[in-house]
């Protein structure tokens, strides 16, 4: 087949035509045959008339990569699987480029549903579903909005080590690994270089890439390998600089995605509801009482009631847990008292990200890594930085994967990234 300018399925209007793509359904009423024709803009209806070509139809098969080319019509019967339900295309000329085998998973789920697993051991296929091509470009947007707040705020993007020698989140969730001769680490998180870069001198950096954590946690929120928006800036006042700071980055996200994926929301059937600045605040003790009295802590299940309890009393799906206590801190947290100035936003009843004030001053860093039973020897890389000069200085930790999550209502993270790592996964 001679090759033309190709359209995309979704562009189609009438007139003659040339599209490439999936054949993602077929139905042969023996005198005339019906296929949809996907590609990465959606779905189209085509037709075969002639009879010349029906023994080419019949050599097609679910999810063979085609071309065609025929001439677009006005649309009679319109089907809720095609997104460009203007026109159909009659077909002139098909071609068979690669032929699928037997599908081990059904691309088009009528009336099945998959086993999570068994769709990502075949994950490649998995994604060809026009509602999981939505959920990455969904998420594909909600990058390019986190780098337009950071840019049009004034931050600096950073890469940092992902080979490290120390972590600063503790050994125990680490992933060790020889380094020509020496023990290194995959690192978990970038608090260590961020901190590093304000005391530099950068002011404000950014950092969107991947963490690592060796947790054996099997639940519906947690991967071993995650994607980290980290954010450090300095001279601040105290933690509710970075409140203010996440309730814009969040705002801004959610804007920015309710705009520019109106298609991709409607077919995943999500309503977003922007929440109004400023979100609200309740310590870490109120919370508590707020539960009753019942609770000694916040988990998992305490952060759904809570976040129950807050849409009713403020009619926001939004809000920040302060001053959390102490105990439940790292050493590098500045703390007020039984508390630390420090702080988680919830969001849907899930944590999407934690952040607070740091300690820049060198002798109580050293002091509250005593407190902690830690040997500050151990930790001299990280401390040394700060005889030299810091600044006061916060910053927040959020999980990309978890954002997209939550934005879409997923029940699982695993449907928030393209190939997830859990403790039972490394393939594909």
């Known amino acids: 087949m001679e090759k033309e300018k190709r359209v995309y399925a979704n562009d189609v209007k009438k007139g003659p035509v040339f599209l490439q793509g999936w054949v993602h359904e077929l ?52 089907s809720p699987e095609v997104t460009n339900n203007k026109v159909e295309v009659e077909i002139n000329e098909i071609e068979l480029i690669s032929k699928a085998d037997a599908l081990p998973i059904t691309v088009v789920e009528k009336g099945i549903t998959t086993d999570l697993s068994k769709r990502l051991d075949y994950r490649f296929l998995d994604l060809r579903k026009p509602k999981n091509l939505a959920i990455f470009k969904v998420r594909s947007e909600v990058n390019r909005a986190l780098r337009e707040f ?125 929440p109004k600045i400023p ?68 969001y849907k009843g899930n944590e999407i990200s934690s952040g607070g004030q740091r300690e820049h001053r060198h002798d109580i860093l050293v002091k509250q890594i005593k407190d902690q039973k830690l040997n500050p020897k151990d930790f001299e890389y990280y401390t040394e930085p700060f005889k030299y000069g810091a600044p006061p200085h916060g910053g927040f930790g959020m999980g990309c994967d978890r954002l997209v999550q939550f934005i879409l209502n997923l029940s699982n993270v695993r449907e928030a990234v393209l190939f997830p790592r859990d403790t039972e996964r490394l393939l594909p």
């Open 27 to 78: 139905r042969d009423l023996a005198k005339i045959k019906f296929l949809l024709l996907r590609d990465v803009s959606g779905v189209v209806q085509c037709i075969v008339k002639d009879e010349k070509l029906f023994s080419e139809f019949s050599k097609i098969t679910l999810e063979s990569v085609i071309s065609i080319k025929g001439t677009a019509k006005e649309a009679v019967v319109k």
């Open 150 to 274: 950071f840019h049009e705020n004034n931050f600096i993007e950073m890469q940092t080590p992902k080979l490290v020698g120390a972590g600063a989140e503790g050994g125990a969730t680490m992933f060790a690994f020889d380094y020509f001769g020496k023990k290194a680490f995959l690192s978990q998180s970038q608090q260590l270089y961020k901190q590093m870069l304000n005391i530099a001198g950068f002011d404000k950096v950014y950092e969107i890439g991947p963490s690592f954590r060796a947790e054996k946690s099997h639940t519906t929120r947690h991967l071993t390998e995650f994607t980290h928006i980290d954010v450090e800036f300095s001279f601040i006042k105290d933690e509710d600089d970075i409140f203010k700071l996440q309730e814009k980055l969040l705002v801004y996200v959610l804007e920015h995605v309710k705009k520019s994926c109106a298609k991709e929301l409607a077919l995943l059937n999500v309503e977003i509801d922007v």
């Open 279 to 346: 979100f609200p605040r309740m310590t870490y003790k109120e919370c508590l009482k707020l539960l009753g009295g019942k609770a000694k802590e916040i988990g998992q299940e305490e952060e759904k009631k809570l976040g129950e309890m807050i849409k009713g009393k403020f009619k926001t799906e939004v809000f920040f847990i302060t001053k959390m206590p102490k105990k439940d801190v790292k050493f590098y947290c500045m703390l007020d008292g039984d508390a630390a100035r420090y702080g988680d936003l919830e």
